[in-house]
């Protein structure tokens, strides 16, 4: 990457053979459709191009449509607002549903009176087209049968048809929306809905003190926290991570949701525009099997000390500054761990990085797996998945 030289963009596998397939590409770190200007199959050996399609800069780029959350007819029902993902799949967060009698479903159809008997039913998240059970703030992704897309629909319900009630619904025109094609890029994994949360009674951790001369390490008991309330969210990494935030008081909190083995690691990153100091300031998320919890590391990238994600990351405190992360609290149920942690805006000594709120942020995601002693940081080696992506962390 020509912008952030200490982040190591390997080369992708070469390409198969193939016939008649459908390919679904993602441009790599920060760039998007509108960044480049042809496309092509290319061979780095020979330099010889195999076909290529130009891009037009007027090319318009079909795009997510946020609608209005569910109306409620008796009060049964809420949501956030729901989202249009493809012309296949809504996204609903923070669903609310009360039911109590059977025969509802996701409903939808093309009226200008709302729900009726004449509209289609709707798998819920798992696929299924059982009668629906109650909803406590589900998010969730439901997608229309094969025969329909969303320019054949204006409204999603909950609806009964045998009785022909209408528990709710929303309303769009999907005619003046440019919708992306259903291709696979918003299938969730089933883990991330299908987990439940189940609190601990009594939640041990433990959060760092800033001492630059020893990482001291201070006992509190303080219970996850649920209801901590982080507006913003994003799902990075193709969906393997949920990335919730919030700006206050000159900290951003953070919220990673991540499904990952206890041999596994989650990195954050930001990558500063202007020090040479560091590549990147990353936070390492992991769960220390001798201690029994999550910890955070304030770490970072660079390849004058040679601390990248091929030999392993290298925490600020081994180099005479502080652990600036604030760990927050954790939890972790069948796979799936959430850790919350906190961190200043303004970077606190030279292995830290500012992060701006007016314009985007470079910010680095990653899975990876730990292959040596934890508190081993120059010897970790790391299979690896990292992404980059330009995020405004307002």
């Not at 399609?53 to 729901?82: H, M, N, T």
């Not at 433990?206 to 994003?234: D, E, G, V």
């Not at 992360?325 to 954790?330: H, N």
Request: aromatic share 10%; net charge neutral; with cysteine.
């Amino acid at each position: 990457d020509h912008q952030n030289p200490g982040i190591d963009m390997k080369l992708p596998p070469t390409l198969k053979k193939m016939q008649n397939e459908n390919v679904l590409l993602t441009l790599p770190g920060s760039l998007k459709i509108t960044s480049i200007k042809w496309l092509a199959v290319w061979c780095l050996r020979f330099t010889v191009s195999y076909g290529f399609v130009l891009i037009s800069k007027d090319v318009i780029i079909p795009k997510q449509e946020i609608i209005d959350p569910f109306s409620s007819i008796f009060g049964k029902i809420s949501s956030g607002r729901i989202k249009i993902l493809d012309n296949k799949s809504f996204y609903i967060p923070n669903l609310q549903l009360h039911v109590t009698e059977k025969g509802y479903h996701f409903w939808a159809g093309n009226s200008t009176k709302g729900p009726n008997q004449n509209g289609y039913m709707i798998p819920n998240e798992k696929a299924q087209t059982i009668d629906l059970v109650s909803y406590n703030g589900n998010d969730i992704i439901i997608t229309l049968p094969n025969h329909i897309s969303m320019y054949d629909i204006n409204y999603l319900a909950i609806y009964s048809s045998e009785r022909d009630v209408n528990m709710g619904h929303v309303t769009f025109d999907s005619q003046h929306m440019i919708i992306p094609p259903a291709l696979g890029q918003t299938k969730k994994p089933g883990w991330w809905f299908d987990t439940p949360l189940i609190l601990p009674e009594d939640a041990t951790i433990f959060t760092n003190t800033n001492n630059k001369s020893q990482n001291k390490q201070k006992q509190q008991h303080i219970p996850f926290n649920p209801s901590l309330n982080l507006p913003n969210c994003r799902e990075l990494l193709g969906r393997k991570i949920r990335l919730l935030w919030k700006n206050e008081g000159g900290h951003i909190y953070f919220r990673i949701k991540v499904h990952m083995e206890i041999s596994n690691f989650a990195a954050l990153g930001i990558a500063p525009k202007t020090t040479k100091m560091i590549d990147a300031d990353i936070i390492k998320i992991f769960y220390n099997i001798s201690t029994n919890r999550f910890e955070t590391v304030d770490s970072f990238l660079s390849k004058t000390t040679n601390c990248d994600f091929e030999h392993g990351l290298c925490a600020d405190t081994i180099f005479n500054s502080g652990d600036d992360v604030s760990y927050m609290g954790s939890i972790k149920n069948t796979g799936l761990s959430i850790v919350d942690f906190r961190r200043s805006i303004l970077p606190k000594d030279a292995h830290d990085a500012p992060i701006a709120l007016n314009e985007p942020t470079q910010v680095i995601v990653a899975i990876g797996s730990n292959k040596v002693d934890l508190n081993s940081y120059n010897s970790n080696k790391m299979n690896l998945e990292k992404v980059i992506y330009d995020i405004i962390l307002e």
